[in-house]
C-alpha cells in the first residue's frame, strides 16, 4: 500500500509538469532542475514520516546533460538506508533503452538542544540564564545531549565551558562528592525518601555510593536528577 501511495505522489508531481507541457509532446519531457526538484519533493514524502526533523543538501544535476524524456514518471529511491548521511537518490527512467541518473545528497538530523550563553568556570553552579535553547545538527554533538533546562539547574560544571558550546551531561556534576541528597527509594509501590551525603561525583544514570545521613550505611544508587538519587527494589 505504501509502495502504491508513493507512486501516486510521484504521478501528481509529473502531472503538474507535463500540463506545462506542449500540447504535441508524446513524452514527458524533464530538464536537470525539475528532476532535481522532483527528486527533493520525493525525500521529503519519504522522510515525512519520521518524527526527526531533517536538513536536506542536494547537489543540483549539471545543467549539461540536458532534458531527458520518459514516456512514464520516472523512478525515484535511495541507494542507501535512509538513516545514512552521505547518500543517493537514483532517478530512473524504465523505458527502453532507458536512463539512470543519481542525485548525491547529505541528510541530517537536527535536534533541539541547549547552548551556553556565556563562558562558564568549572565547578560552576549553573542557572537558567546561563542556558538558552536553539537547534543544531546531529552530527556535532557528543555524549548524553540535554535537552530540558530544568533537569540541569544547580548542577556544577565539571570542566570549563565555552560560550556557544552544546551541554551535554558529561559536561556536569548532577550530584558531587559531598554533596547532600533526596534519596528516593521504590518498593514495590512504596514510596519513600531520605537523606544522604554522596562520596563520588555522578552524572545522569550513573549508579554511586551514598551514605545514610541516618543510619550511616552506604548503599548504592542511581543519579536522576541534581541533588536526586534513587533505589529501585
Do not use: H
Not at 203 to 226: C, F, H, M, Y
Amino acid at each position: 500500500m505504501k509502495k502504491y501511495e508513493n507512486l501516486v505522489k510521484q504521478t501528481l508531481i509529473a502531472t503538474s509538469l507535463w500540463l506545462s507541457l506542449p500540447c504535441d509532446s508524446s513524452e514527458l519531457s524533464y530538464s536537470p532542475q525539475q528532476l532535481t526538484e522532483l527528486a527533493e519533493q520525493w525525500l521529503q514524502q519519504q522522510l515525512a514520516a519520521d518524527k526527526s526533523q531533517r536538513q536536506l543538501d542536494i547537489n543540483a544535476l549539471d545543467s549539461r546533460i540536458g532534458n531527458k524524456t520518459c514516456p512514464q514518471v520516472p523512478e525515484f529511491r535511495l541507494s542507501q538506508p535512509a538513516g545514512q548521511r552521505q547518500n543517493t537518490v537514483v532517478i530512473r527512467c524504465n523505458d527502453t533503452p532507458g536512463w539512470q541518473l543519481y542525485l548525491p545528497v547529505r541528510i541530517d538530523e537536527i535536534v533541539q538542544t541547549l547552548v551556553l550563553r556565556q563562558n562558564i568556570a568549572s565547578d560552576s553552579v549553573l542557572t537558567a540564564n546561563m542556558l538558552e535553547s536553539t537547534t543544531r545538527q546531529r552530527r556535532f554533538i557528543r555524549g548524553n545531549l540535554v535537552t530540558d533546562a530544568r533537569s540541569v539547574i544547580g548542577a556544577k560544571t565539571k570542566r570549563a565551558l565555552s560560550m556557544g558550546q552544546i551541554l551535554t551531561f558529561q559536561d556536569l556534576c548532577l550530584v558531587c562528592k559531598g554533596d547532600v541528597v533526596t534519596i528516593a527509594i521504590d518498593d514495590k509501590g512504596l514510596a519513600v525518601s531520605v537523606s544522604g551525603i554522596a562520596t563520588e561525583d555522578g552524572s545522569l544514570g550513573d549508579v554511586i555510593p551514598v551514605q545514610n545521613r541516618q543510619s550511616k550505611r552506604t548503599i548504592r544508587a542511581e543519579v536522576v536528577g541534581v541533588n536526586r538519587v534513587e533505589i529501585r527494589f
